[in-house]
């Protein structure tokens, strides 16, 4: 798809690699949504764009219907759909203090599992209704956001594997179905790279995790 004029909606845009995709789409002429939780990193993505900035949960359908509603309103029905939001914890299953929260496991599964999903259930549906934007009767893509830890998950690691796993897991279904809109469903599975969700980290782990790359020997950049 040829994304110059193209309406785009970018989730988690306000950091890391969602704001690298909603930057990186801009250049290339499309119209770009960033929707985060975090309303100061939103709006500085969206300024320096000159994009559209929601703030959005994305584990909330209202206010997903709600924020696509906002970014139809001002450059069309979203044809690209970039679900980059997501969380990442560290811990154990059985750890010093007894067994692993359920409710931070629940959490990680809500944003990283069913926040995508969301996503794409509710644009997904949009994009069916329009016409197709090409010859080839396409109508949109989504693209989400697994991790090498869906298919190589460390310990620790539990909840954001089984996320990250869910979220490749539901692409070739989605993909299948959708085909017959002319709707494509892709998903990505990044290594490591220096956002905030993995900088955070303690530092001893951010090194831990750097030993293992080969080369170059560091974390991938977003862009």
């Known amino acids: 798809m040829d994304v110059q004029g193209k309406a785009a909606v970018v989730t988690g845009g306000g950091s890391g690699l969602g704001a690298a995709t909603a930057r990186l789409l801009a250049a290339k002429g499309a119209k770009v949504a960033v929707l985060d939780v975090n309303e100061d990193g939103?709006?500085?993505?969206?300024?320096?764009i000159g994009g559209l900035g929601i703030t959005c949960d994305v584990t909330d359908?209202?206010?997903?219907?709600?924020?696509?509603?906002?970014?139809?309103?001002?450059?069309?029905?979203?044809?690209?759909?970039?679900?980059?939001?997501?969380?990442?914890?560290?811990?154990?299953?059985?750890?010093?203090?007894?067994?692993?929260?359920?409710d931070r496991f629940k959490k990680v599964i809500g944003i990283n599992l069913i926040g995508s999903f969301a996503m794409l259930n509710l644009a997904a549906n949009d994009m069916a209704q329009e016409d197709p934007v090409n010859d080839d009767g396409e109508r949109g893509v989504v693209i989400n956001t697994a991790s090498v830890a869906a298919f190589d998950g460390q310990i620790g690691q539990a909840a954001y594997s089984a996320s990250k796993g869910g979220v490749a897991g539901l692409t070739l279904p989605a993909a299948r179905e959708l085909a017959k809109f002319g709707i494509r469903v892709v998903t990505l599975a990044p290594g490591l790279l220096e956002t905030p969700m993995l900088t955070n980290m303690p530092p001893q782990v951010v090194e831990s995790l750097v030993a293992t790359t080969l080369f170059p020997k560091r974390l991938g950049k977003p862009d």
């Open 42 to 48: 939103v709006a500085a993505v969206a300024k320096e």
């Open 61 to 102: 359908e209202a206010a997903i219907r709600q924020a696509l509603d906002e970014a139809k309103a001002a450059h069309g029905v979203a044809r690209i759909v970039v679900n980059c939001a997501g969380i990442a914890t560290g811990e154990r299953i059985v750890g010093r203090e007894g067994p692993s929260d359920l």
